[in-house]
């Protein structure tokens, strides 16, 4: 019956891909993502909680399209108490910073834009929840739909193998003599292998206090400078900055990225508990699968962003922002993380397809970072004939249009049904070599 099946789904997409050759653009592998809320105990920044706010917006944050999703069950999770974050400290000194040193008050200073140690409770809190939580069973459980009686089958590998099959890796398949499997085989280790779980804490928060906050630690340092210019000028300084910081409110985002470690050695430790043609799921929930720790990243955005969208419309001087500015706020910055973690991890980097060449435009835009500096190498696939891997090589660098970024980030005034049937994207300067349905990668800058 397998055997019938895959024959027949080959068949199926063997007809789609000859059928859809001129119109669509080639499918290929994409990594698949699964989003977790943490929430921790920490005090609240100003007199206002947001918290209602930030658990809407996270309900209503879009999955990022450049990703597959693996929905499973765990969702959310609570963090603990860590000590260290901007929020912390500001209600730990809101009395006054007491006899502190010049020392531990410019380590102060440097520990709110860099909070390592927080960072690192985060990092060690979800390490522990993905273990105890058995997060890897459930995304293989999800994969190979594992059922509690320990039955299986592989009908999602057998989708999204197919889906990321070309049609030439199809028309290569149906004439070997192993025809019916060697799509399944060559993609679907590739496929887990590929799969990330984030962990994103949110927080949103009125800017005048953090900006007080500031000011007054750079009243407190001056006071240990020896100079009386030297320790008027680091007021007026702060003052200055304290009066810019102070308007409006932030959003902030901490998300810690994992990939699971889908390697020979857990491949093999899995498809050991496989007896017959069912699963021991007493063997298999007893083992440790590994994740591998991608990186952390942070991201603020402010509602007085002059690119905000809904500010100039809402108003920012006074008073609680109208729930549209704060959602619309927390999600774009949650995007912006995002980003971030694209930009500074090869692994994790999507790649993009060239949507159309008159003019040349990638699907991709400022929500995914994109701005007039970004550069693209324009990748060519090549299989290598011994193992049937597939390679991506550079064969050209893209540079975008100036001015000409796609605006795709989240936005409650936007229509999204109101484009006409023009196709959108991030228009880049014209090369020969780049044709529809090619893939780019955005390349870091050194």
């Known amino acids: 019956m397998k055997k019938a099946f895959i024959t027949l789904a080959i068949c199926c997409a063997t007809a789609v891909l000859a059928n859809a050759q001129d119109t669509e653009l080639p499918a290929y592998n994409r990594s698949s993502l699964h989003l ?159 799969t990330f779980i984030s962990f994103s804490k949110l927080a949103f928060y009125e800017n005048e206090p953090v900006a007080m906050f500031s000011k007054k630690l750079a009243y407190g340092i001056a006071e240990f400078l020896p100079n009386p210019v030297a320790q008027e000028t680091t007021r007026s300084s702060a003052d200055v900055a304290y009066q810019t910081a102070k308007k409006g409110y932030s959003a902030y985002t901490t998300t810690v990225l994992y990939q699971l470690d889908w390697n020979d050695s857990t491949m093999t430790m899995f498809y050991s508990a496989f007896e017959g043609d069912k699963i021991n799921m007493e063997k298999f929930n007893s083992m440790v699968f590994p994740f591998k720790f991608i990186g ?70 400022m929500k995914e970072g994109i701005d007039d500096k970004s550069v693209f190498d324009l990748l060519e696939v090549v299989v290598d004939p011994s193992t049937g891997e597939i390679e991506y090589k550079t064969i050209a660098s893209l540079k975008v249009v100036k001015g ?34 090619m893939l780019l990668r955005q390349r870091t800058k050194k």
């Open 296 to 365: 952390i990243e942070t991201a603020t955005s402010s509602t007085v962003d002059a690119l905000g969208g809904l500010a100039d419309m809402v108003g920012i001087e006074a008073g609680k922002p109208q729930s549209d500015l704060i959602q619309q706020t927390i999600i774009r910055n949650i995007d912006k993380v995002f980003a971030k973690m694209q930009y500074n991890y090869d692994v994790f980097k999507p790649l993009v397809p060239i949507i159309s060449t008159e003019p040349l435009l990638a699907d991709v835009g």
């Open 36 to 194: 977790i809320l943490l929430t921790t105990d920490e005090p609240t920044i100003g007199e206002t909680s947001f918290n209602e706010d930030i658990l809407k917006a996270w309900k209503e944050y879009p999955f990022p399209d450049k990703y597959d999703q693996i929905a499973i069950d765990y969702i959310e999770d609570y963090g603990g108490k860590p000590k260290g974050s901007m929020m912390e400290l500001i209600d730990r000194y809101k009395d006054g910073f007491g006899d502190l040193s010049f020392d531990k008050l410019k380590e102060l200073q440097n520990t709110l834009g860099n909070n390592k140690y927080y960072n690192q409770q985060l990092i060690d809190t979800t390490m522990m929840l993905l273990e105890s939580n058995k997060v890897a069973q459930q995304l293989l459980r999800k994969w190979y739909n594992i059922k509690d009686d320990g039955s299986y089958d592989n009908s999602l590998l057998i989708e999204k193998s197919l889906y990321s099959a070309t049609q030439s890796d199809v028309a290569n398949a149906t004439s070997t003599a192993r025809g019916e499997n060697i799509i399944i085989d060559n993609m679907s280790d590739d496929l887990i292998a590929h």
């Open 404 to 437: 000409k970024v796609w605006d795709n980030r989240y936005s409650l005034l936007n229509d999204e049904n109101s484009n006409n049937g023009e196709v959108k994207g991030t228009e880049l300067k014209k090369n020969k070599k780049a044709v529809k349905g």
